[in-house]
């Protein structure tokens, strides 16, 4: 059985040997290895940017559930009790959150406030046009159409005049997210797939020109180990080198982004979170590492049959 001394001295000898190995194969096929670096830094950019864009819709989406409103009018001439009476049947809303009763006195205020009259009702000859109305929330976009559609059940609320919310503006948002969701999967799919096979590529090239080397290093005793490792080096350095180059490319481009968003386009606000950005990276540079690592464990393996 051999000692911990003996076992640290055969894994040093084989680091120093893969590691010396690995920088002499790179050097000698440096242009495949840049290709490849930079595929995989595009691979990774793309997605990186993929996630950014499904997380900032899902961002938007939430703005607008927060803000959007389903307002409820009620006949003008219904009244105060009849207008209530239909506050409790909103709790059968699904998703619902709140609503807010205003009243046509305070309607009249709000929008004389608005076109700067102190006294509107004296402008329109002491009659009041406005309509009682309830201002209600429901928690997910795709809860508003069920709930249009329910408050305009006459059988629940016979005196409601008309029930209005930004349809287009609801419709556009959730077949966006929907669009996102799939799109994201594709792209995750192909970009994995480009960024796998150039890297098997890379380590192809490189075992296919050492490929009888292999062999006589397998007829003389090497292990399988001995000869995988520079090559399992050289595919974990591209992988590395590709995420780290797709890291401070996203950081960098999505500030920029977020930045010029802010100065010139005022109605769309860009989500800020560090920590997603921080996950984000390390995710990409663990994903960088595997596929460096797949990649070449897949090329090699045939050779490693003597």
């Known amino acids: 059985m051999r000692s911990k001394g003996a076992i640290d001295l055969v894994l040093f000898r084989y680091l120093q040997y893969g590691f010396r190995d690995t920088l002499r194969s790179l050097w000698r096929h440096k242009g495949m290895v840049v290709v490849s670096v ?12 993929t996630v950014l864009l499904a997380a900032n819709s899902e961002y938007m989406t939430n703005n607008m ?38 009243s046509k006195e305070e309607a009249m205020v709000i929008m004389g406030e608005k076109f700067n009259q102190s006294n509107l009702t004296a402008a329109t000859g002491g009659v009041n046009p406005l309509p009682d109305a309830y201002y209600i929330k429901v928690a997910q976009l795709e809860q508003i159409a069920p709930a249009v559609e329910f408050l305009n059940d006459k059988s629940y609320f016979p005196h409601v005049d008309l029930v209005r919310y930004a349809q287009n503006e609801v419709d556009n948002m959730i077949a966006l997210s929907d669009t996102l969701e799939r799109a994201c999967l594709v792209v995750v799919a192909v970009m994995l797939f480009i960024a796998l096979f150039l890297v098997n590529s890379t380590i192809r ?33 591209i992988g590395i080198l590709g995420a780290l180059i797709a890291d401070a490319a996203l950081f960098v481009g999505y500030d920029a982004v977020i930045s010029y968003v802010a100065q010139n386009v005022g109605f ?30 897949i090329a090699i393996r045939k050779y490693l049959r003597v």
Request: net charge negative.
């Open 38 to 49: 930079i595929t995989v830094a595009i691979m990774l950019m793309v997605l990186g940017a």
């Open 65 to 102: 559930e927060e803000e959007l409103e389903i307002i409820v009018f009620f006949d003008t001439e219904a009244t105060r009790d009849q207008v209530l009476a239909a506050e409790p049947y909103f709790q059968y809303i699904t998703g619902f959150e709140q609503a807010t009763f205003v």
């Open 205 to 237: 090239l490189t075992v296919a020109t050492r490929g009888e080397e292999i062999s006589i290093m397998k007829y003389v005793g090497a292990t399988n180990v001995y000869v995988r490792i520079p090559f399992f080096l050289e595919g974990l350095l």
């Open 268 to 297: 769309i606000e860009l989500m800020v979170n560090p920590a997603l950005m921080v996950v984000l990276m390390v995710v990409l540079l663990i994903g960088g590492t595997l596929l460096g690592a797949i990649g070449s464990n």
